[in-house]
């Protein structure tokens, strides 16, 4: 038992009512369904949790109203390892786009000790205008080392499409607010999940620390209103009054003006989104490029994002059409050296089987903004002001010819990153450890700029620039001189 949970627990169990697990999901989710009775309007989703098994592996199981207390302590009850989300879904399985309503919000904040939650209550409940006022949760869960905070909805939200990518903004915005260094918590890496994040369940076991979880029941059930209100920007907050942003276009309309949407969408019937030619979009060789390059992201992976990482290489991989096989070998050695990042929760081989569910099509159109989130990598966009990348090189070349001809012989010793970029152009197909070897750089020093070479900047807007072979290309560098760096 951690000192943050004896602390916390000694506080909470002073003031607040401790709910047993079986009572908890019962009141978390009270609409389950029954066990044996087929439900074909969808009206009773579920929840789905995962269980440890005799073979120590997790398996699923749905939530039925009428055999939960058998299943609470056959399944949950001292178990060393289970994990279930505010969610409640149409199917089987815990898969986002299965999800139908959303029971809670849950948060979790890692590294709460007696003096964090003194914090925390300081700030429970206050108005939400000034600094540093949270939410007062529904319930708190201790979960080790840390908390877990549960908004209960007076009443489930509809997870239409648009919603969840709303409840998913207002999610990390509040997440910002919660987690505070020093304050709320004692550790410094902000920790962003998803919305259907599945959480150590009530009176379940955290094997690591040997420690009960508990819940304390300290706040009302509350609205999507009194959490939009402490939101930081307002553009984060939920309406739930625009689930739909329909078309105006007719039919008609849209087949001429998108022909393979209207094939694939209304003649096949396919209505996921299409999936990005990620391949066909290379600059090179290498079909898997952009996966490569997510491999080589390893040396900027702090502890609390380490899944999210591995999580994100199996996105990668999907994007790309990385065989599964090369996905599971890379991972296993990325394992390897994520095991060697300090931070108070181990990783485990759970960790990979769990993360390997992101290899699917639910996932292919994961976007930038929200992998640097989750994994606090800064992900740097291309700018090339509508062009080609093949034209954008081709500019940017012919520029940098023109303004700094003799870029390369810069006196005195060369930047790290120009002896990174000079040792790929004279190694192309040198890896990074090879790099490491031959530079006698850092390891962090190569990844950092493993893919970021040297770039020419030029600020004179009334450049004139005279090549060959094309005028087409010369146009493309003046329009690209008039709009400026």
Same mark, same amino acid.
């Given at each position: 038992?951690?000192?943050?949970?004896?602390?916390?627990?000694?506080?909470?169990?002073?003031?607040?009512?401790?709910v047993?697990g079986?009572?908890?999901y019962?009141?978390?989710?009270?609409?389950?369904?029954l066990y044996?009775v087929?439900?074909?309007?969808?009206?009773?989703?579920?929840?789905?949790?995962?269980y440890?098994?005799?073979?120590e592996?997790?398996?699923?199981?749905?939530?039925?109203?009428d055999?939960?207390?058998?299943?609470?302590?056959e399944f949950?009850?001292?178990?060393?390892l289970?994990?279930?989300?505010?969610?409640?879904?149409?199917r089987?399985k815990?898969?986002?786009?299965?999800?139908?309503?959303?029971?809670?919000?849950?948060f979790?904040?890692?590294?709460v000790g007696?003096?964090?939650?003194?914090?925390?209550?300081?700030?429970f409940d206050?108005?939400?205008?000034?600094v540093?006022?949270?939410?007062?949760?529904?319930?708190?869960?201790?979960?080790g080392?840390?908390?877990?905070?549960?908004?209960?909805?007076?009443?489930?939200?509809?997870?239409?499409?648009?919603?969840?990518?709303?409840l998913?903004?207002?999610?990390?915005d509040?997440t910002?607010?919660?987690?505070?260094?020093?304050?709320?918590?004692?550790?410094?890496?902000?920790?962003?999940?998803s919305?259907?994040?599945?959480?150590?369940?009530?009176?379940?076991?955290?094997?690591?620390?040997?420690t009960?979880?508990?819940?304390?029941?300290?706040?009302?059930?509350?609205t999507?209103?009194?959490?939009?209100?402490?939101?930081?920007?307002?553009?984060?907050?939920?309406?739930?009054n625009?689930?739909?942003?329909?078309? &105006?276009?007719? %039919?008609?309309?849209?087949?001429?003006?998108?022909? *393979?949407?209207y094939?694939? $969408?209304?003649?096949?019937?396919? !209505?996921?989104?299409?999936?990005?030619?990620?391949?066909?979009?290379v600059?090179?060789?290498?079909?898997?490029?952009?996966?490569h390059?997510?491999?080589?992201?390893i040396?900027?992976i702090?502890?609390?994002?380490?899944?999210?990482?591995?999580?994100?290489?199996?996105?990668?991989?999907?994007?790309?059409d990385?065989?599964?096989?090369q996905l599971?070998?890379?991972?296993?050695?990325?394992?390897?050296?994520l095991?060697?990042?300090?931070h108070?929760?181990?990783?485990?081989?759970?960790?990979?089987?769990s993360?390997?569910?992101?290899?699917?099509?639910?996932?292919y159109?994961?976007?930038?903004?929200?992998?640097?989130?989750?994994?606090?990598v &800064?992900?740097? %966009?291309?700018?090339r002001?509508?062009?080609?990348? *093949?034209?954008?090189?081709? $500019?940017m070349?012919?520029?940098q !010819?023109?303004?700094?001809?003799?870029?390369?012989?810069?006196?005195?010793?060369?930047?790290?990153?120009?002896?990174?970029?000079d040792?790929?152009?004279q190694?192309?197909?040198?890896?990074p450890?090879?790099?490491?070897?031959?530079?006698?750089?850092?390891?962090?020093?190569v990844?950092k700029w493993?893919?970021?070479?040297?770039?020419?900047r030029?600020?004179?807007?009334?450049?004139?620039?005279?090549?060959?072979?094309?005028?087409?290309?010369?146009?493309?560098?003046?329009?690209?001189?008039?709009?400026?760096?």
């Amino acid at each position: 038992m951690t000192e943050n949970y004896r602390g916390c627990y000694e506080y909470l169990s002073a003031q607040f009512e401790q709910v047993g697990g079986y009572d908890f999901y019962r009141e978390l989710f009270p609409d389950n369904e029954l066990y044996g009775v087929k439900y074909d309007d969808f009206s009773h989703p579920s929840a789905v949790y995962l269980y440890q098994g005799e073979d120590e592996r997790l398996h699923r199981r749905k939530m039925y109203h009428d055999t939960w207390e058998q299943d609470y302590t056959e399944f949950v009850e001292q178990n060393p390892l289970t994990l279930c989300s505010g969610l409640v879904y149409r199917r089987n399985k815990n898969r986002l786009e299965h999800a139908q309503r959303m029971n809670a919000l849950i948060f979790d904040l890692d590294g709460v000790g007696i003096g964090e939650l003194r914090n925390l209550f300081l700030r429970f409940d206050g108005d939400p205008k000034r600094v540093r006022r949270l939410p007062m949760p529904t319930f708190l869960v201790l979960s080790g080392n840390g908390l877990h905070l549960y908004y209960v909805f007076k009443g489930p939200i509809d997870l239409y499409p648009n919603i969840k990518v709303q409840l998913k903004s207002l999610k990390y915005d509040l997440t910002f607010r919660i987690w505070e260094y020093k304050g709320t918590s004692q550790l410094k890496a902000i920790q962003y999940q998803s919305i259907n994040q599945g959480f150590r369940m009530v009176g379940s076991i955290n094997a690591k620390y040997g420690t009960e979880l508990v819940a304390f029941r300290t706040g009302e059930r509350v609205t999507l209103d009194y959490l939009n209100a402490y939101a930081i920007k307002p553009e984060n907050r939920v309406d739930i009054n625009k689930p739909f942003h329909p078309s &105006r276009m007719t %039919r008609a309309q849209a087949k001429e003006a998108y022909p *393979e949407w209207y094939q694939r $969408v209304v003649i096949e019937g396919n !209505k996921r989104k299409k999936k990005w030619d990620i391949a066909g979009k290379v600059h090179g060789d290498d079909p898997y490029a952009l996966y490569h390059w997510w491999l080589r992201q390893i040396g900027s992976i702090e502890g609390g994002h380490r899944y999210f990482y591995l999580m994100c290489l199996a996105i990668y991989a999907y994007k790309c059409d990385v065989p599964k096989q090369q996905l599971r070998q890379d991972m296993r050695t990325a394992f390897e050296d994520l095991q060697m990042v300090k931070h108070e929760n181990a990783l485990t081989e759970e960790d990979i089987r769990s993360a390997l569910e992101a290899y699917d099509k639910e996932y292919y159109n994961f976007t930038i903004a929200d992998i640097e989130k989750l994994t606090n990598v &800064r992900i740097e %966009r291309s700018k090339r002001n509508g062009r080609t990348q *093949e034209q954008h090189m081709e $500019v940017m070349r012919a520029i940098q !010819k023109v303004t700094n001809p003799n870029w390369r012989r810069g006196n005195g010793r060369p930047s790290a990153q120009q002896r990174v970029y000079d040792w790929r152009q004279q190694n192309p197909d040198g890896r990074p450890k090879e790099c490491i070897a031959g530079t006698g750089l850092s390891k962090n020093t190569v990844y950092k700029w493993w893919d970021n070479p040297p770039t020419v900047r030029y600020e004179d807007s009334g450049l004139t620039v005279k090549i060959r072979p094309s005028q087409a290309l010369s146009d493309l560098i003046q329009e690209d001189l008039r709009k400026g760096p």
